[in-house]
């Protein structure tokens, strides 16, 4: 199985702030890795995939990059409603697998 | 907007069986793979199983492998999951998804208790 792993596990940030998350996989997984942001008790919301494309209807302040190995997920100028949990999954291969999450948190 | 929305959870003993449901509309459900997906409470995102569009290809993780069976109905627009043996590990709430390189469109889930 393909391993995921996410840093930092938490993160405490302002509003404004320009935040970076890694999401480290454990074999080489091309382009096939999706970041998510979950809210408490609702459903994820596909932010990026393909590692890099923006899903419709998802801020232009959410950008994606990396290949291979190393992705990152980046929040250009965070705003009040970006306060969440971030995932990120490889599509690569069954089974899809999901980093750990990073919690974003209010300085 | 597309909808997908699960029924059929509960409070259910050690070793009983449940049947998720997941309902869609609003688009052409025959024509997406689809996948459930869970998470514990507290806990991360586990993905649980995957089936094609024309249900010819199935997976399942490994921590459900001949426990649980996916399937579909396309005539009904409709996703399930049986899933047998239950163990306490399996408590979660179940999301049925859409996939589309990512999940594109998740449903808001339903939840799964496994206690005696």
């Known amino acids: 199985d393909i391993q995921m792993t996410q840093s930092p596990s938490s993160l405490s940030a302002s509003v404004g702030d320009r935040v970076t998350i890694t999401c480290r996989a454990s074999q080489s997984i091309s382009r096939y890795l999706n970041w998510y942001q979950q809210k408490p008790g609702k459903a994820p919301k596909l932010l990026i995939y393909?590692?890099?494309s923006l899903q419709s209807g998802v801020p232009s302040r959410f950008s994606g990059s990396g290949s291979g190995t190393d992705f990152t997920l980046t929040i250009s100028s965070l705003q009040p409603e970006d306060f969440a949990t971030y995932y990120c999954q490889q599509s690569y291969s069954t089974p899809y697998t999901f980093g750990q999450g990073t919690e974003l948190e209010i300085k | 907007e597309v909808q997908l929305v699960e029924s059929g959870g509960g409070l259910v003993q050690p070793g009983g069986s449940l049947r998720l449901s997941c309902a869609v509309s609003?688009?052409?459900?025959?024509?997406?793979?689809m996948n459930w997906v869970r998470q514990a409470p507290g806990r991360g995102l586990e993905w649980v199983s995957y089936?094609?569009?024309?249900?010819?290809?199935?997976y399942y993780a490994d921590s459900v492998k001949g426990r649980f069976t996916i399937s579909r109905d396309n005539a009904k627009n409709s996703l399930y999951l049986q899933m047998n043996s239950l163990r306490a590990e399996d408590t979660a709430v179940y999301y049925c998804a859409r996939e589309v390189g990512g999940f594109e469109y998740w449903g808001q889930g339903t939840l799964v208790t496994v206690s005696s």
């Open positions: 089936i094609s569009s024309s249900s010819d290809t199935i």
């Open positions: 609003r688009f052409t459900f025959s024509s997406y793979s």
């Open positions: 393909a590692a890099s």
